[in-house]
C-alpha cells in the first residue's frame, strides 16, 4: 500500500550536500504526474512543514529558508521527484517526507532521515 517512496537520506558536515528521490507507485502514476507532488520535513518535536514544491510544468516554489540552496526537479518519464540539497545547516536536520495532495486523499512516504551534523 506504499506508494510514495523517499530515498538518499543520510548523515553529512555542515556544508555538504545530499539529493532526496521520491517515486512513486504505478498505482498513482497519473496523480504524481498531474498534481504538485511537495517535500516536507519534520523535526523531532516539531510540526511538519513544507520545504519545496513543484507543479506539473515544473514550477518550483520554497519556504525561504532554503532558497538558494535546495532544489526540486522531477522526472516525469521516471515518475519520481527529487531535492537537491546543498550548504546543509544542522536546522536541516529532520525527517524529510515527500507528498501529493491527490483528489481524495493526500500521500506521504515513509520519511528518510537527514542530519546535519560536526
Known amino acids: 500500500q506504499v506508494q510514495l517512496v523517499e530515498s538518499g537520506g543520510g548523515s553529512v558536515q555542515p556544508g555538504g550536500s545530499l539529493r532526496l528521490s521520491c517515486a512513486a507507485s504505478?498505482?498513482?502514476?497519473?496523480?504524481?504526474?498531474?498534481?504538485?507532488v511537495g517535500w516536507y520535513r519534520q523535526a523531532p518535536g516539531k510540526q511538519r512543514d513544507l520545504v519545496a514544491q513543484?507543479?506539473?510544468?515544473?514550477?518550483?516554489t520554497y519556504v525561504d529558508s532554503v532558497k538558494g540552496r535546495f532544489t526540486i526537479s522531477r522526472d516525469n518519464a521516471k515518475n519520481m521527484v527529487s531535492l537537491q540539497m546543498s550548504s546543509l545547516k544542522f536546522e536541516d536536520t529532520a525527517v524529510y517526507y515527500c507528498?501529493?495532495?491527490?483528489?481524495?486523499?493526500?500521500?506521504w512516504g515513509q520519511g528518510t532521515q537527514v542530519t546535519v551534523s560536526s
Open positions: 507528498n501529493v495532495h491527490g483528489p481524495n486523499r493526500d500521500y
Open positions: 504505478r498505482s498513482i502514476f497519473s496523480i504524481f504526474s498531474i498534481y504538485p
Open positions: 513543484i507543479t506539473r510544468g515544473g514550477t518550483a
